[in-house]
């Protein structure tokens, strides 16, 4: 059954916390949000004590009387199960329910989200809740979207608490069957770590020296199901309550700790929290790949963008506001890469708290602030983008993504370096295909893969023969497949692959990795790429190239003269591999060669603008029409060529330049493509179709 957000254009508004407030402040806060253009706004998401106020006693009047007066505005409401933090009184009587650290701390009420999320004792009174909040609101009109918890994995992402320790085991049990077998998974014959029974299993606390790698693998994927097991529990009871109404819980961009593609599985819409770093120049960039994972998460379809800051947060050092026309460029980033809905933590500044200093729709000056006239006239024109809604965003890039191989990634002390965190790899290659304007879906392994003519892998260290068989099919169909250093290591268990490095993937790519040669900190190496010098970092391999063309050797060092970069044809397509850590400029350069060769349609680079980085453009396309998205960051004007069926939609209809932190949107047949003006005849065509957009959110 697809459920959908039933909304009227596109989705804007916020967090609102009404409870913070006298209720004199209620009738001026919707007064202001219509002015703002809100429609849809977040409520009740730690409103758990006031909901409940003691056990088994529910005091919904409050609530009641909050969703009517947002329903009389014709605003919509995200509605929150309110389970992300329980109250005093629970915690009082069931400290139990408090998470443990890894050194045996059981962390103190007095913040939020106080919970472990294996506990039995708090998902009951969680169902509770839940099941009471459905049957209270689950036929209000207003509501349109249940928000279950609150960014899981937020403050406690692990816990090793004794109820963790139980769940722990029988996740073992299930996956394992028998203790032979996990024995065999764990490698206990290493340093004497054999088990006799499931029952002397513990999750992995603080130890004598580092600790059995799969144990801990394991129990990072564990903690993940873990928590998807409460979000699960909490669905099945709003889909038992509530059939028609679609749920989703809100990430956290691109989340170390949880498997967001399980967790997408489990929702109907994806929704994100982004909060680019306005005092990061190139925070944009990496927002770009978090989008990627937003839509690659579901196939590509729509998703809202449910919380970012009108201006600061207060949770950095160091805060530094947006400065003007930042949060709108920020917010049609967001919908450049698929989200159908821009909102806000928060829509009113809070006057106590540790989030007073965060900024807000309507700030501390209430009318007068700076962030309510710029999310004014952002919401005056988001209302006349409904057109956009449900279209899909076009990218012929995809990058792979997967959760067990970046926790398999993350074992301290036992790997050749800790350096090699899979997302810094995933953004380093990212911003080279950002910088020469190509769109990058972030996807899982297993990904209908037909749409994309390169496929990155920047970094897989655990390789199941599976995916290797998908490789080659893509490449053999004509695709074109990137591996970077350090791939194709381990198995499932962490267990090396017979042969060494690229395991699986050896057949596909033609090289053999004899052994990894890490730099060490502060060090670089070089390499000979189109007879150009070119830096390398972190990383290095010693490679044989044994059924592949070398494309570049290092250059100096132990490794001087063999081969660095190779690639090798497969089928109709072909399959690269990088087996050191490219400095930009050589990255971009390489990444370049690849893209052309595969015949990745990119955006020209505008002579005009500074760098790759300072100007995007983002096509997405409907069912009839075609929207281009030209953001420019930088300080110059981009010229562009509209193309002649183009409206424009954003960026006035004269519009020959999109000024410094300008934004243009043009809606415009498939067929035709968008030309920045910089470099003549040098079109961006997207005219390949892709398969008709099904609409997540519906008008
Ligand atoms: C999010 C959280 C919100 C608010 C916001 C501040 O992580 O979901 O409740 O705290 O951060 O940036």
Not at 381 to 389: D, I, N, T
Request: include cysteine; charge should be negative.
């Amino acid at each position: 059954m697809t459920r959908t957000v039933r909304l009227n254009g596109i989705a804007f508004g916020g967090d609102y916390n009404p409870e913070q407030w006298p209720r004199e402040v209620w009738q001026e806060d919707v007064r202001l949000m219509q002015k703002a253009g809100v429609n849809f706004i977040t409520v009740s998401v730690f409103s758990w004590p006031l909901l409940e106020p003691e056990e088994g006693r529910f005091d919904f009047g409050w609530l009641d009387e909050v969703i009517e007066l947002l329903h009389s505005a014709g605003i919509a409401v995200d509605l929150a199960t309110a389970t992300a933090t329980p109250p005093a009184w629970l915690i009082r009587k069931h400290p139990e329910v408090l998470p443990v650290t890894a050194d045996g701390v059981r962390l103190a009420f007095g913040s939020r989200q106080a919970y472990c999320f294996s506990s039995p004792v708090f998902r009951a009174y969680a169902l509770k809740l839940t099941r009471a909040m459905a049957e209270r609101y689950g036929n209000h009109p207003a509501v349109r979207l249940w928000h279950v918890s609150n960014e899981y994995g937020d403050h406690v992402a692990r816990c090793w608490c004794d109820a963790s320790g139980m769940h722990f085991r029988g996740w073992l049990k299930s996956k394992y069957s028998s203790i032979e077998a996990l024995n065999e998974a764990w490698g206990t014959s290493c340093w004497g770590q054999h088990y006799l029974d499931f029952e002397a299993i513990e999750p992995p606390r603080t130890a004598t020296g580092p600790i059995n790698s799969t144990q801990r693998l394991d129990f990072e994927r564990f903690s993940s199901d873990a928590m998807l097991e409460l979000f699960t529990a909490e669905v099945q009871v709003l889909r038992e309550v509530t059939p028609e109404l679609p749920v989703t819980t809100n990430f956290m961009s691109i989340l170390h700790e949880l498997d967001y593609f399980k967790f997408a599985d489990a929702e109907d819409i994806v929704t994100d929290d982004a909060y680019p770093d306005p005092a990061d120049p190139r925070s944009h960039v990496d927002a770009a790949l978090n989008y990627a994972l937003m839509r690659g998460a579901k196939g590509g379809a729509p998703w809202l963008l449910l919380e970012q800051s009108a201006s600061a947060v207060s949770w950095r050092e160091v805060n530094v506001p947006k400065a003007p026309g930042v949060m709108r460029l920020d917010s049609y980033q967001a919908m450049a890469h698929g989200a159908d809905g821009i909102m806000y933590f928060q829509w009113r500044a809070a006057k106590f708290g540790p989030e007073k200093f965060h900024a807000a729709i309507l700030g501390h000056r209430g009318e007068r602030s700076r962030t309510f006239a710029e999310c004014s006239v952002l919401g005056a024109e988001l209302a006349g983008l409904a057109a956009v809604k449900g279209s899909r965003v076009v990218a012929q890039v995809a990058m792979l993504c997967d959760w067990d191989s970046n926790w398999a990634l993350a074992a301290p002390d036992s790997l050749p370096t800790d350096r090699l965190p899979w997302i810094k790899a995933a953004r380093a290659w990212h911003r080279a295909t950002f910088g020469l304007g190509a769109t990058v879906d972030l996807v899982r392994a297993g990904a209908d893969l037909t749409s994309y003519k390169v496929l990155l892998l920047p970094n897989l260290y655990l390789v199941q023969p599976e995916l290797a068989a998908q490789l080659e099919a893509f490449a053999a169909a004509g695709g074109t497949v990137v591996v970077g250093p350090f791939s194709g290591v381990v198995d499932a268990n962490d267990h090396m692959h017979d042969g060494g490095a690229p395991g699986p993937l050896r057949p596909l790519l033609g090289v053999e990795v004899d052994e990894v040669w890490p730099l060490p900190d502060g060090t670089a190496g070089e390499i000979l790429l189109a007879g150009e010098p070119r830096g390398v970092h972190t990383i290095t391999e010693w490679i044989d190239a044994v059924d592949a063309r070398i494309v570049a050797r290092y250059s100096g060092g132990e490794l001087d003269g063999r081969a660095a970069v190779t690639v090798r044809e497969h089928g109709a397509g072909s399959a690269w591999y990088l087996s050191a850590a490219l400095a930009e400029d050589g990255m971009s350069v390489l990444m370049a060669e690849i893209l052309d060769e595969a015949g990745v349609a990119r955006r020209p680079l505008p002579a005009s603008a500074e760098a790759g980085d300072a100007v995007e453009l983002v096509v997405r396309r409907g069912p009839d029409s075609s929207f281009s998205f030209v953001l420019n960051r930088g300080t110059d004007h981009v010229p562009v060529d509209l193309p002649s069926s183009a409206t424009v939609l954003v960026g006035g209809s004269a519009a020959s330049t999109v000024p410094p932190r300008g934004v243009l949107v043009v809606q415009h047949d498939h067929a035709d493509a968008v030309v920045l003006a910089a470099e003549p005849g040098a079109a961006t065509d997207f005219s390949t179709p892709l398969s008709t957009p099904t609409a997540e959110v519906t008008p």
